[in-house]
C-alpha cells in the first residue's frame, strides 16, 4: 500500500481562492465519538469552512457524542448542517452503562464481549442501508479516530454492499493509527477489512505517519493509496488574555493541552518539569484536557509522587482554549504513542506560541515546517528540559520562532485550505 499525499495528487497545495467546482451533493458526515477534543474540532472545522454551501449536509452521531453534550453549544452554531443522532445506543454505551457483581461476571463480558461486539457491527448495516436509500446521499464521510475504530463508523463502511446499484459513495478518514488485530481476531477482522475495501472509494488520513499505519492490516498491504490532508483550524481573533496572568503567581506558563490518558506523556512531563525548576523555579505547569476520573486521578497521584504539586495546575477540559494559550509562554506536547498529528500544535501556532515536542507519529511533519530543533527523542527528558529553558531564557529567540510560528500555521494549516482539499477529493 502506498501514502498518496493530497498535496501532489493536486500538484501543488490549492490556494485559498482557488475555486472548487460547484457539483450539488447529498453528504452524510458519520462520527462515533465519547470525548471532546481533537476529533470535535476537525469535525466542526470541517463543516464550518466546506467550500459549497449548497451541498446538503448531513452529521449522524452517537447519543454520547460531544455534540450531544459538553460541546453542543458549538456544533450548534453550524447553521447548514442537519445534526442527527442514531435511534440506539452503540455497543460502548451499552457497555459503559452495566455495572458488575463479581469478577466472574466481567471475566464473562470479556470472554464474550468480541462476540458481542462484532454481532453489533454487522447488525446495523441494514440500519445504514436504510437511511442512505431512503436520503438518497450521494456521499458518506465517515469521521473515525484510529481503525478499526469505532463500530458505527465499520457499520457504515460495510453498508454500500447490501445496496444494489448504489450511487452513493463512501470515504474514510481517520485520525488515529491502525493496530494490528490480535491473533483470534484475525479471520473476522480480515473479512471486515476486505468488505470495506470493496465499499470505501477512498481512504484518507491527517498525516503520512497515519497513513501509512494502515500497512498495519494485512488486508490493505496491497491495496490502493491512502490520502493525507493535513488538519486545519480557522484563524483566531488574537485578543489579550481574559485570564490575567496574575492568576498563575506571574510564573513562567508552560502549557499541556491533552487528554489524560497516559499514551500523553504526563509522567514524561512532570520528571521533565522537575529538571526546568532548577534552572527557572519561578515556571508553572498546567494540565487541562478530558479524561475519565481514573485517568484525572491518576495523574495527580503522579504529580503528588513527584512532588511538583507547588509547579503544577490540574484542570478538566475547557471550552475557552484562546485564554488558556493566550496566558502561556509555550505549548508542550510531550506525547509518548499514537499522536497522529497534534492539533494542539497549530492552535499554538495560530497564537504566535511556541512549541516543544516528542518525536511521536505524525508530530515531526507538523513542526519539522516551523523548526525541527524543538523535537525531542520521547525518552530524552533531558533535552526536553533543555529545549523549554532555551525558549524561556532567549527572549530574542522566543520571539523569532513565534513570528514563525505564525506565518507557519498561515502557510500550511489554515481550515479553508484543508476543507478544500477533502472537496476536491470526495468530487
Not at 5 to 26: E, G, H, R, S
Not at 268 to 281: E, G, N, S
Not at 294 to 302: I, P
Request: charged content about 25%; aromatic content about 12%.
Amino acid at each position: 500500500m502506498q501514502c498518496f499525499f493530497i498535496f501532489d495528487f493536486l500538484c501543488c497545495p490549492p490556494a485559498l481562492n482557488q475555486k472548487v467546482n460547484v457539483v450539488k451533493l447529498n453528504i452524510l458526515f458519520i462520527s462515533e465519538n465519547y470525548f471532546a477534543g481533537g476529533l470535535d474540532t476537525f469535525t466542526i472545522e470541517l463543516l464550518k469552512n466546506w467550500p459549497n454551501r449548497s451541498d446538503i449536509q448531513t452529521l449522524l452521531v452517537n447519543k454520547k457524542h460531544p455534540s450531544q453534550t459538553s460541546q453542543q453549544a458549538k456544533y450548534a452554531r453550524l447553521k447548514n448542517v442537519n445534526i442527527l443522532t442514531v435511534p440506539f445506543f452503540t455497543f460502548d454505551e451499552l457497555k459503559s452503562a452495566k455495572t458488575y457483581s463479581n469478577k466472574l461476571k466481567n471475566i464473562m463480558e470479556k470472554i464474550v464481549g468480541r462476540i458481542k461486539r462484532y454481532a453489533f457491527i454487522f447488525s446495523r448495516i441494514i440500519y445504514f442501508r436504510s437511511l442512505i436509500k431512503k436520503n438518497n446521499f450521494d456521499v458518506v464521510f465517515i469521521i473515525n479516530g484510529g481503525y478499526p475504530g469505532a463500530d458505527l463508523c465499520r457499520s457504515a463502511a460495510l453498508s454500500k454492499v447490501f445496496i444494489r446499484k448504489a450511487k452513493c459513495r463512501i470515504f474514510f478518514n481517520f485520525h488515529n493509527f491502525a493496530v494490528k488485530p490480535k491473533f483470534y481476531e484475525m479471520p473476522i477482522e480480515a473479512l471486515i477489512d476486505n468488505l470495506s475495501w470493496l465499499n470505501v472509494e477512498k481512504w484518507i488520513s491527517v498525516s503520512e505517519a497515519c497513513s501509512r499505519s494502515l500497512q498495519q492490516r494485512t488486508s490493505f498491504l496491497f491495496r490502493p493509496d491512502c490520502y493525507t490532508v493535513y488538519n486545519g483550524i480557522t484563524k483566531p481573533r488574537i485578543i489579550p488574555s481574559s485570564l490575567p496572568r496574575k492568576s498563575l503567581s506571574g510564573n513562567n506558563i508552560l502549557l499541556m493541552l491533552a487528554s489524560y490518558e497516559r499514551r500523553k506523556g504526563h509522567e514524561f512531563i512532570l520528571k521533565t518539569l522537575q529538571k526546568v525548576t532548577r534552572t527557572i523555579p519561578d515556571v508553572k505547569l498546567v494540565l487541562c484536557g478530558d479524561g475519565t476520573t481514573e485517568e484525572f486521578d491518576y495523574v495527580n497521584s503522579l504529580i503528588d509522587k513527584y512532588m511538583m504539586k507547588s509547579y503544577v495546575v490540574q484542570m478538566p477540559f475547557q471550552q475557552d482554549i484562546d485564554s488558556l494559550i493566550n496566558d502561556a509562554d509555550i505549548i508542550l506536547l510531550p506525547s509518548q504513542s499514537f499522536e497522529s498529528f497534534g492539533l494542539v500544535i497549530i492552535e499554538a501556532f495560530a497564537r504566535f506560541r511556541p512549541v516543544v515536542v516528542t518525536n511521536v507519529g505524525g508530530i515531526p511533519e507538523v513542526v519539522t515546517k516551523w523548526d525541527e530543533s524543538f523535537i525531542v527523542n520521547k525518552n530524552d527528558e533531558n533535552r526536553f528540559s533543555e529545549q523549554i529553558v532555551k525558549l524561556l531564557t532567549d527572549q530574542e529567540l522566543y520571539s523569532k520562532l513565534s513570528e514563525k510560528a505564525h506565518d507557519t500555521f498561515s502557510a500550511h494549516f489554515q481550515a479553508k485550505r484543508m476543507a478544500k482539499q477533502y472537496k476536491l477529493l470526495i468530487e
